[in-house]
Structure formats: structure tokens, C-alpha cells
């Protein structure tokens, strides 16, 4: 069209241009745009004699939302439900409003054959006439303006009046996104871009649901660079250390607090996800010029308090902030890695410039030493001459663990006797004897001692040896001892030392070159145990399995807790064993534990295997691989264990990068994740009747199988995200479908890992009352393992789901007694056969004549029987002379993408 808008104005019918002269005015009435929309679509409302005027925006390029809405009295309305709408709905009306003209439609009936998704979706909404004018920005259609039910006397005015309003609509639009984008900027950091204070403080205004993970982040040294360098290069150093942070957690919740100081959220973050996090980062930090202290926590209890989470990992921040500055001093080293740093080496030369300086300067090596070690409560401080095996301890060590004196002759000798057991004591002066007869320079061990009071506690014993010129004696030796009764340092269920007390270990392996076997394995089904018997339950059985491995295997062995249910043991290298009876030992030891309990579950624990040092990993990355091989141990449940390879290798990396982007797009609002539908037909005649709800993924362009991503859904509790979006997606898709046919159903599946969800149930009836749909439409479908798993969750679901009129399915029903018990116990209105009851079906008989026995043993029950995975046509024969009444399967229809779904219900219907 080449008129202006001021032309198009002026040739428009009188009442058109009144009708748009009171809608500008409208918009200069306020500031606002968004009460100016809504003021238009009221007044466009009540001139045009309409039930609905509405807007609908383009928010990706396939999704489209109702934004703004007006409604006339007594009309109900429909904003609220129409969000990410597929806009393959509506996609046969494009060509109209590309062409930038009105769409007007005077009878939805008439979409009936040509556009069948079209039609289902303003039937859906009881729409029989409605008109849509386009928004169009740059040439590309955004979204539309929308009439329902207009009168009729008002039709030769509603189309040229559409024609304008967009480029009023259009103007309120930009201004809005001006206005966001200014509000954007006061929540965002100038200098790096993350959030600001602001910017936290409203979201913890906002409800949260567990579980999360804060991680509180302090650049270290900030200030001191500002005071040398400048600000300049302190600004550099912020930005530096945010994108570092950015990188390794790769989220958008990074709040600056401070000048220094940033705060990590991480909502709905499994334990497992949080703690890969939290090892990415401090991989990250370890390898960075600079150093970033951090602290971290993670709870799923409720109610969530982002405050008292922010508030506990500082508290851990500053502590570990604290033993950095410590080790700085004592160790002269910038790194945390213990091995021997640069300054120690300067130190072994003549004239170093540590010695240099006390030789020009005054100074009180008491007081230096009494400044580390007094009020320090979480590590002890020890030097001494080799030669006269005399040495100095701090105070704290003094009183701790009952020494007499703080200079102590012989310490080897006295610090053994407070070592817990002789397992430890063996290990202790195994590690110090080959430190003397291989001249090592540094010690770092772990173990358990026993303090004056009896206590017994985890520590780290780490000290650096000098020795003489020609290595031949050793002449001082210095070095501390930690504390590990923090949840930083030992897990407190375990009282196993966490993963980063592994990395000196490893790395002193990694540097003498000797070999040796790290199995990895995971307790299964904790979360499980968690649902159905408590935490407290839970927590008694890791404590006991943890237990019993320290007492029978810890003299072969060194146990780590790694993140979630997962553990690493460190293999003597003096062990003999093969792999095969080490793993054996500690699978009958767990199974031993589960069975006391009495646990009955299959597969208890997964186990990977690794040879370390192992080619050019470090130790973190070591980890990494070993926890990646035990994610896919869980999967191959027909191996005893998954060892690390070339094939395994490919396996962890296409997994890691699957799993990743799993997550993402499920905290992405389910991006790349559609339904489709899987038709269910009637034995009778064959014509469709029902549907099943099927979740599909797509990742790298192609779809990705179920039974490849569901178990990682199930395995982090993203299950529940995805099965109230899938419920929500089968009503929604439901109300389209039953436009068509009044008596349709659609089936959606309920899993063992859902009936854990605490908000599942609440969900759905929110979901219904939303959409106005009778849950009689809506069939829940749950397997045999739900049924024998949860019957206390289990119970409480299937009530929930009579109140609400939906009714159960029971998906794979096979034959024995179990079914047969499940059949009598619960309340269910359809039972899907399993597809394995038709093997050989064709050749036998009597396999013939069993399901017709299942058949009619549900009919008298009053129950409706389906036959799932019905392929060729001699099948299809004998199962519709079963009696079955529905019969869903390939033979018929694969599962349909749900344009496919509605031209199927038009071609049946029209």
C-alpha cells in the first residue's frame, strides 16, 4: 500500500475514524504502555460490539502468547491459557497477514477442512466468528490484533479499522521495550554486566521452589591491585574473574554485590548439578592467574531462604579466604595444589630473597608463628631440626592432643600414638619412610587421629622437607595439620574426606609415576529411598555402608565422597587385587547393607574404573571422567563395570554435552521439547477415539530417544519439571482435540520418580481449572513399577486424580500374579496390555487364549482393555477377536505430530 497512515486515515468510513481518534487518544493519556493497550482493546471492545479484543506477540519463532485481552461481561477470559501457543496452529492464516490484510471470518466452521489445526484451536475457545488485523515491524509480522465474536453491523468498519490500529499497537509496543530496557540497565553491573544488588534483592522477593545452590565468590587481592596498579587494572581484574565465573557455571544469575564479592543462584539445581558446578569452578580458579575464594551451599528444604543460603556460604567463603592467607604465609605459595612452590625453591638457594630480607630487617619469628597459629581453630603448626629430631608445635596442637610441652622430641613417634587405628598408623609411617628413601620433599596425608578429649576427627598432615645439598640428609622439616571436621573438608554422613582432599594424593602419584586403580561407584535409588522413607533413613543407610567399608577395606584402600551418591576409592598400590575382586568387595559389602535394611532394589551400585595417573589428566580431570563413566555405568546395567577407554571416552563427552543441554533446556521453559500424539483406536472399526501424550527432545537438529534422556530427566528430578509441562501440554492440546470429537481422550504417563512430586497434584488442578476441561478426558497412565514402589504416594495420586474425573490406565500390564493383584487393588479403567504378551501370538493358541482369559477377566471387572504395539495385520486379526476394545500401534498410526493429528481428526470428522 503506498498511503501514509494520515491517508489511510482519511479515506476510511467516518465511524472507523472515530473509533481510531478515540483510541489515540488513548494512547497520549498515559505514560504507560501497557495501560494504554489495554485502555485501546476496552474502548475498541465496547464500539465494536464484541466479546474479545486481544493481542497476540510472536515470543520465538515458532511460539506465540497472548499478551493483552479485554473481554465483555460474562465472557471468560482466555490470556491466561493462551501462553507459548505453537503457531503452527494459525500457520495457514500467514499468507493473509503477510500480505499485511485482514483475516475475516464469519463461520469457524469453515477452517474445518482446509485448516484443520486452525480450527481446533478457535473451536477450542468457543469462537464461531472472529477478524485479525497484523502488527508488522520491519517488514516481518510480530504478532496480530484480534476481534471475537464482532456484530454484524459493525463488519464494514472492523476490517479498514484493523488495517491502522496495528501501527498504533506497533508504537506502544516500542515504547514498552524502551521502558523494559531502562529497567533492565539499573539491575545490571555497568562495569561487567552481571545483576546487582537491586537486582538480588527482588528475586529473593520472589517465591522459590528447592532445590538451589548459592555460591558466594570474593576476587582475593582486589585492593591491593587497586593501591599498585590503579583502578584501571582492578576494573580489568573484576571483569577478568566474572567472566571466568560466567564460563565455568554458565548462568545469567551472577550478582555483583560488592566491589569485590558476586553471588551465584542456582534454582532448581539437583545436589549432583550444584557440585559439578562447584568443581568446574574451582578447576577454573586453580588454573587462573588469579585467585577467587569461594564458599557454597545447597538445601530441598522448604521453605527455600535464598537470604540464610547467601548468608551460610559467605560464612564458608571467608573461611576458605582465611586458610588461603594462612597457607600464603606459612607456605609462600600462591596455589593451592601442595606442591612444591617457587618461593620454597628460592628458599633452598643461598641467599634467597626471603633470607635477604631478614637479614636487613627486624623482625620476631615467635610472633610471626604465634600470629598464624593463635585462635586458629581449624589448623596446627609444627617445625624441627631433622637432624636432632626436635621440634616446636603450636599451642593449639599443644593443648588439642595433650602434649606436655611445645617442644616435642621425637614427634613422629608421639603424633603416632594419637593416630586412631593401625591401619592409619600403618599408612602414616608407610608415607613418611618412602619420603625419606626417595627424598621427597613434601608429605600430605589424611587420615583419623584421636584428640585429649577421645575424640576421633579427620585431619590433612601436610609438611615440606628440606634436605641437604647432596639430598643425602634430611635437615628441616615444617609443615601444618587441618582440621577436616568441616562439611568443606569431610562429608559429615560419611566421614569420608570430599574429593579435593583426593588431588594431593593423586598428584604425588601423578608425579613418582605410580600406578594405581581409582573405582568410582554410586549408591542407586537414594533419592528414591528419600521419598518413601525419610532422609533420616536414608542417611542411616549411607552411614552404615560408609562404616563398614572404613572397617574392612580402609587398610587397602582410601574412601572419597564425591558429589550426590557418588564415591571414589583410591587403591593402595601395594594391593595385589584385581579389579574384578576389589569392585566385588565393595558391591557385597553395599548389597550386604541395602538387604539389612530391607531394600529390595535390583541394581544397588554402579562402578567405573580407571588407571591413575592416566595420560596427561590431572587429578580434577580425573574426577571428571571417573564420575561421567559412573553416569554411564548406571545406564549399562549388564556390566559390572564401565572402564575407561577410547569408546568410553566418546560415550562421556556425546553424555556431558547431552546432559548439559538437557538441563538447559528444561530451565529454558522445555526448549526443543514438543509432544506428539500417538493415536488409540477402537477394535471395532478402527476409527480413532484417544490418544497417547509422548514427550519428545531434540538436540543437534535430531531427536533424541526417551529411553536415552527420560533416565536423565528421572536422575536429577528434572522429571518433575517435565511432567507437569507434559500434563499441561495434554490439556491444553486436549481441549483442541475434543473440538473435533466430544468423546476424545488423551493418556499421558505418571512415573515412579513423578509420584515423588509433591506439587504434581495441585499442578494438575490448577492446570484444569485453567483450561476449563473435565478431567474425564484426561487418562493417567502409571506401569507396574509405580504400583509395587510407592503405595502409600501411589494411593494418595490415584484419589486425587477420581476427584478430579481422570481416569487411570494401567500401562504394561503383563501376566502373574503381580498384575493379576494390581488388577484387584486399584481403581483403574483401562489396562494396557504389554506388547510382549503378542510374541508368537500368531503361532500359538494357547498364547491366544491367555489374553483372551486377561481380556475377559478386566471386562468383568468393568475394566476397558487396549492391545499396545499391534505392527502387522495377522496381529491385528487375533487381537480384535480377543475382545479387546482398543488397540493402539504402529499397524495403525505412529506416533503424529499434532498438525498431523488434527488433519487426521478432520478427515474423520468432515
Same mark, same amino acid.
Given at each position: ?245 560466567? #564460563? ?175 591401619e592409619f598408623q600403618d599408612i602414616f609411617w608407610q608415607d613418611i619412610s618412602a619420603m625419606l628413601r626417595e627424598k621427597r620433599t613434601s608429605h600430605d596425608l589424611r587420615y583419623q587421629v584421636r584428640d585429649v578429649h577421645g575424640n576421633i576427627k579427620w585431619i590433612q598432615c601436610y609438611g615440606i622437607m628440606k634436605w641437604s645439598e647432596d639430598k643425602r640428609t634430611p635437615l628441616f622439616f615444617s609443615g601444618r595439620v587441618s582440621h577436616q571436621d568441616d562439611d568443606f573438608v569431610i562429608d559429615p554422613i560419611t566421614n569420608f574426606p570430599r574429593e579435593t582432599a583426593a588431588f594431593g594424593h593423586l598428584n604425588e602419584l601423578r608425579k613418582t609415576g605410580q600406578k594405581t586403580q581409582i573405582v568410582g561407584f554410586s549408591l542407586n535409588s537414594i533419592t528414591e529411598i528419600n521419598s518413601t ?309 500368531? #503361532? ?67
Open positions: 500500500m503506498g498511503l501514509d497512515k494520515t491517508e489511510q486515515i482519511g479515506s476510511l468510513p467516518a465511524r472507523a475514524v472515530e473509533i481510531l481518534n478515540g483510541c489515540l487518544q488513548r494512547v497520549f493519556a498515559t505514560t504507560s504502555p501497557d495501560v494504554a493497550l489495554n485502555n485501546i482493546l476496552a474502548y475498541m471492545g465496547e464500539k465494536m460490539l464484541c466479546d474479545r479484543v486481544y493481542i497476540f506477540e510472536w515470543n520465538h519463532s515458532d511460539r506465540m502468547c497472548n499478551t493483552y485481552e479485554w473481554c465483555a461481561e460474562g465472557v471468560v477470559p482466555q490470556k491466561n491459557i493462551l501462553q507459548n501457543e505453537s503457531v503452527d496452529s494459525i500457520q495457514c492464516l500467514f499468507p493473509i497477514l503477510e500480505e499485511k490484510k485482514v483475516i475475516v471470518i464469519d463461520d469457524v466452521e469453515q477452517l474445518g477442512k482446509q485448516c484443520p489445526a486452525a480450527y481446533a484451536f478457535f473451536k477450542s475457545l468457543g469462537i464461531s466468528s472472529f477478524a485479525a488485523g497484523p502488527i508488522n515491524r520491519d517488514g516481518k509480522i510480530i504478532g496480530f490484533v484480534g476481534v471475537d465474536e464482532p456484530d454484524v453491523r459493525m463488519m464494514s468498519v472492523l476490517k479498514p479499522m484493523l488495517e491502522v490500529i496495528g501501527y498504533f499497537v506497533l508504537s506502544l509496543l516500542k515504547g514498552r521495550e524502551l521502558i523494559a530496557h531502562l529497567r533492565e540497565l539499573g539491575l545490571h553491573d555497568p562495569l561487567t554486566g552481571a545483576f546487582n544488588r537491586n537486582a538480588l534483592i527482588e528475586f529473593n522477593q520472589q517465591s522459590s521452589v528447592p532445590p538451589a545452590g548459592v555460591i558466594y565468590c570474593d576476587i582475593t587481592g582486589l585492593k591491593k591491585i587497586n593501591d599498585m596498579f590503579g583502578h584501571a587494572k582492578g576494573d580489568q581484574m573484576i571483569q577478568h574473574c566474572y567472566e571466568l565465573i560466567h #564460563e565455568s557455571l554458565d548462568t545469567d544469575l551472577i550478582y555483583r554485590t560488592g566491589g569485590d564479592e558476586f553471588v551465584v543462584l542456582c534454582p532448581q539445581c539437583s545436589q549432583d548439578e550444584f557440585d559439578d558446578k562447584v568443581r568446574q569452578l574451582r578447576r577454573l580458579i586453580r588454573k587462573d592467574e588469579y585467585h577467587i575464594a569461594i564458599g557454597y551451599t545447597w538445601s530441598d528444604q522448604q521453605p527455600l531462604q535464598f537470604d540464610e543460603l547467601i548468608a551460610k556460604a559467605d560464612r564458608m567463603m571467608y573461611e576458605n579466604k582465611r586458610n588461603y592467607y594462612a597457607w600464603q604465609i606459612v607456605a609462600h605459595d600462591a596455589e593451592q595444589s601442595h606442591g612444591l612452590s617457587k618461593d620454597m625453591e628460592k628458599m633452598e638457594q643461598p641467599k634467597s630473597q626471603f633470607q635477604r630480607f631478614l637479614e636487613n630487617t627486624y623482625y620476631d619469628m615467635e610472633m610471626v608463628f604465634e600470629s598464624i597459629a593463635k585462635q586458629n581453630s581449624s589448623s596446627y603448626f609444627y617445625f624441627g631440626d631433622m637432624q636432632q629430631d626436635l621440634f616446636y608445635i603450636s599451642d593449639n596442637m599443644r593443648d588439642d592432643f595433650g602434649f606436655e610441652n611445645n617442644v616435642v622430641s621425637g614427634l613422629f613417634r608421639a603424633w603416632s600414638q594419637r593416630i586412631s587405628t593401625p522413607k525419610g532422609r533420616a533413613y536414608a542417611d542411616r543407610l549411607i552411614k552404615n555402608i560408609a562404616n563398614r567399608l572404613t572397617e574392612t577395606l580402609s587398610w587397602k584402600m582410601t574412601f572419597h565422597r564425591l558429589e550426590g551418591m557418588r564415591c571414589m576409592a583410591v587403591v593402595n598400590p601395594l594391593c595385589v587385587e584385581g579389579n574384578q575382586a576389589v569392585v566385588e568387595q565393595i558391591r557385597d559389602i553395599i548389597e550386604d547393607c541395602y538387604e539389612s535394611m530391607g531394600i529390595a532394589i535390583r541394581n544397588v551400585c554402579s562402578f567405573a574404573l580407571m588407571e591413575y595417573p592416566c595420560e596427561d589428566l590431572t587429578p580434577e580431570d580425573m574426577v571428571e571422567n571417573l564420575v561421567a563413566l559412573i553416569r554411564i555405568a548406571k545406564q549399562e546395567t549388564d556390566q559390572p563395570f564401565m572402564e575407561y577407554s577410547i569408546e568410553s571416552i566418546k560415550r562421556i563427552q556425546q553424555m556431558s554435552n547431552m546432559a548439559l543441554a538437557l538441563e538447559q533446556d528444561v530451565l529454558n521453559n522445555m526448549k526443543n521439547f514438543r509432544v506428539v500424539v500417538q493415536p488409540v483406536v477402537s477394535a471395532k472399526d478402527g476409527s480413532v477415539i484417544g490418544g497417547e501424550t509422548l514427550l519428545r527432545w531434540t538436540f543437534k537438529g535430531k531427536d533424541v530417544s526417551p529411553a536415552v534422556f527420560i533416565p536423565i530427566l528421572e536422575k536429577d528430578n528434572m522429571i518433575h519439571i517435565a511432567g507437569r509441562w507434559v500434563f499441561e501440554q495434554a490439556a491444553r492440546n486436549c481441549i483442541q482435540m475434543i473440538a473435533y470429537n466430544p468423546e476424545f481422550y488423551l493418556t499421558f504417563n505418571v512415573s515412579l520418580h513423578q509420584l515423588s512430586d509433591t506439587e504434581l497434584v495441585s499442578f494438575m488442578q490448577k492446570t484444569l481449572e485453567k483450561y476449563q476441561l473435565d478431567g474425564s478426558h484426561l487418562v493417567t497412565e502409571l506401569t507396574e513399577s509405580c504400583l509395587d514402589e510407592q503405595p502409600e504416594m501411589l494411593e494418595h495420586f490415584v484419589e486425587a486424580c477420581g476427584k478430579m474425573g481422570m481416569r487411570i490406565a494401567l500401562d504394561d500390564f503383563g501376566s502373574g500374579y503381580s498384575s493379576l493383584r494390581m488388577l484387584l487393588q486399584y481403581p483403574s479403567s483401562i489396562i494396557k496390555l504389554d506388547r510382549s504378551l503378542l510374541e508368537e501370538i500368531t #503361532e500359538s493358541d494357547q498364547k491366544m487364549h491367555f489374553i483372551s482369559s486377561i481380556v475377559y477377566a478386566c471386562h468383568q471387572f468393568g475394566k476397558k482393555v487396549c492391545m499396545e504395539g499391534v505392527e502387522r495385520t495377522d496381529q491385528n486379526t487375533i487381537i480384535r477377536d480377543t475382545g479387546c476394545d482398543m488397540i493402539q500401534g504402529y499397524y495403525y498410526y505412529r506416533p503424529m505430530e499434532l498438525a498431523a493429528v488434527y488433519s487426521l481428526l478432520s478427515e474423520k470428522t468432515h
